[in-house]
Each structure stands twice: as structure tokens, then as C-alpha cells.
């Protein structure tokens, strides 16, 4: 009982869908501005031929409420602008435990974005060597 699962766009022209012979349903998955709003299944014949008007009717029929309410949503809710984010510090208090402040530094170091830079600052309490020193002036923008 193969279904064809087709990922739909709704803020795009709806495409037309045409089921080959072995395919017994579809499933689609909505999306809006590319965020998962619900997924959809109807068994069909095989080879049918959904348009662009059949699968609006379909996706109308059963998430119309869901759409609206996501319309609506977007409206309301201005994203939020980081052109007048505070400066953020981030103190990193360790032991000689360079492995573990790789992952961090690494997960900080992706966190940051053009409008927001975050300053990082690791102290490493009575080093007995120098790998998180090492650590530091390799990871850009951290300091040791």
C-alpha cells in the first residue's frame, strides 16, 4: 500500500500530482515559510491525477483552520530584530577539561549569527598544561 509523500509549500503554487500505478494514497506534508504545519493522507486510485484545484479543495477541507491560524500568526508576531541586542558575555569556568570545552565552545560558537556576537570568555583554574589555552586561541573569538 505505497503512498507518494510529497512535501507542499503552501505560500507556493500548488503543484498538480499525479500517482503512478503502483501508488495507493498520497501524504503530504504542509509546510509554511518552511515550517511543518501538518501532514495529510488520502487513499486514491492508482494513476490518479490530483490539480492544483483539487489539492487547494483538499488542503482546505481538512487543515484550513490550521492555515488560518498560521496566517494570523505571522502577522501578529514581528520577528524580533538583534540590531539592538544587549552585549552578551558568556564566562566558561573550567578545570583541565579541554574536551568538554571543545563541545561547548563549539555549540556557543554556533549559536552566533551576523546580528548577534557573543563574547566568550574561558578561565581555566590552575592549568596543569597549556591545551585549554591552545583550545582557546584556535576556537576565533574566544579568550583565554
Do not use: W
Not at 509549500?9 to 501508488?23: C, G, H, R, Y
Not at 556557543?108 to 590552575?126: H, S, W, Y
Request: hydrophobic residues 40%.
Amino acid at each position: 500500500m505505497p503512498y507518494s509523500i510529497i512535501d507542499i509549500e503552501v505560500t507556493q503554487p500548488l503543484p498538480t500530482i499525479s500517482l503512478s500505478e503502483s501508488d495507493t494514497g498520497i501524504a503530504l506534508i504542509l509546510r509554511r515559510k518552511d515550517k511543518p504545519i501538518g501532514f495529510l493522507m488520502q487513499a486514491l486510485p492508482a494513476k490518479s491525477v490530483l490539480t492544483p484545484e483539487d489539492l487547494a479543495q483538499f488542503i482546505a477541507k481538512e487543515a484550513g483552520t490550521k492555515l488560518l491560524q498560521e496566517s494570523i500568526r505571522d502577522e501578529l508576531i514581528t520577528t524580533a530584530s538583534l540590531a539592538h541586542f544587549p552585549s552578551l558575555t558568556v564566562a566558561i569556568c573550567t578545570k583541565d577539561r579541554p574536551e568538554n570545552l571543545a563541545r561547548c565552545l563549539q555549540s556557543l560558537l554556533n549559536l552566533q549569527t551576523p546580528d548577534l556576537k557573543l563574547e566568550i570568555l574561558v578561565t581555566d583554574n590552575a592549568p596543569s598544561d597549556e591545551r585549554t589555552k591552545e583550545l582557546g586561541n584556535r576556537s576565533g573569538g574566544v579568550e583565554v
